[in-house]
């Protein structure tokens, strides 16, 4: 099974930094159209997908992702309260 291209291989690939591949298939903030260009190419070369639950995320601002390892039993488990509650 092939590895899933993420942005940080796109990144290292170009080498620049995963914020500028970000800005650049986000179409966000300065960045130049000849380095947007380079980086959205070499990311349809690479095979690379936006994940599904990012661009979920980004059509309904509403919804909150929390990751964490394990929240059965301690602190984590009221992190997890806490921010269920504040939300």
């Known amino acids: 099974m092939q590895k899933k291209v993420t942005i940080y291989d796109v990144a290292e690939r ?3 930094s995963t914020a500028t591949v970000n800005r650049a298939m986000n179409d966000k903030g300065s960045i130049s ?3 947007k ?3 959205q190419e070499t990311a349809r070369e690479m095979g690379y997908r936006p994940s599904k639950s990012a661009s979920s995320l980004k059509r309904n ?3 909150i ?3 964490l390892p ?3 039993h301690g602190y984590l488990a009221e992190v997890e ?3 269920y509650k504040a939300a």
Do not use: F, Q, S
């Open 61 to 63: 601002p509403r919804r």
């Open 37 to 39: 260009r380079l980086v």
């Open 81 to 83: 309260k806490g921010v």
């Open 70 to 72: 394990d929240t059965i």
């Open 33 to 35: 159209i000849k380095t």
């Open 65 to 67: 992702a929390v990751l």
């Open 14 to 16: 170009l080498g620049i």
